[in-house]
């Protein structure tokens, strides 16, 4: 079965600890993974996907296709960065859309 | 560049009744995908337009039903209302064949 599994309900870290929320897929073939993420009272948006391989506001993930993973880590926590953060991937064919995890609750104290 | 915007922001229902949700797609965005978003839960598929025509169903009833216009905009009809229909309903817009999706801010919906 397609699956997002996201073990962390809630994550809480001092400002400057290194935080990383985990992302654990299921998929049968190449997975195409997301992290979203929503701030409050906004929208959910964007934060990177791996194929970009980019860097957004100091957070990366790689994926680990050996151990079904895509874990979203930056070194140095910031308070704006308390957010809910979901992992998702994109199931291809003619249903072509994401499967989302349960969300994973950042809290960065001062 | 115009954001997604869906209507209304928030509605109340009762069992039994109706309710049409309506999403304005990111311009130039050809796909308009639904999600239901029941509280502590990540959103889930209910189904894609492209075309003005349903792409992909995610695991939902028929008495969810769906329509997209000409100019990409798109309506969510749910018939039948039952309580735990309440739930965030999101829209999501994109181009086709790029699989990265845009999202509204969403509709609360509660069904009482």
């Known amino acids: 079965a397609q699956r997002v599994t996201q073990p962390e309900k809630l994550l809480s870290v001092f400002k400057g600890a290194p935080v990383e929320l985990k992302c654990n897929y299921s998929y049968s073939g190449s997975p195409e993974l997301f992290w979203y993420v929503q701030y409050s009272r906004q929208r959910l948006q964007l934060l990177l996907r791996?194929?970009s391989r980019e860097s957004i506001k100091g957070f990366t993930a790689d994926l680990n296709k050996g151990e079904t993973s895509f874990h979203l880590k930056k070194p140095f926590a910031q308070e704006e960065d308390s957010a809910m953060y979901y992992c998702a991937l994109f199931r291809r064919g003619s249903q072509g859309n994401l499967i989302f995890g349960k969300g994973t609750k950042l809290s960065v104290k001062p | 560049e115009t954001g997604v915007t869906q209507s209304p922001t928030h509605l109340i229902k009762t069992r039994g009744q109706q309710v049409t949700l309506r999403c304005s797609s990111q311009s130039g965005h050809n796909t308009v995908s639904w999600y239901q978003q029941a509280l502590g839960q990540g959103p889930q598929f209910i189904f894609q337009?492209?075309?003005?025509?349903?792409?992909g169903r995610g695991n939902f009833p028929p008495r969810f039903s769906g329509l997209q216009f000409p100019n990409y905009s798109s309506e969510l009809n749910v018939n039948a209302l039952e309580l735990d229909d309440s739930a965030l309903y999101l829209c999501?817009?994109?181009?086709?064949?790029?699989?990265?999706?845009?999202f509204g801010p969403g509709t609360r919906l509660t069904v009482l």
């Open positions: 791996h194929i």
């Open positions: 999501a817009s994109s181009l086709a064949g790029d699989n990265e999706q845009f």
């Open positions: 337009y492209y075309r003005e025509e349903e792409n």
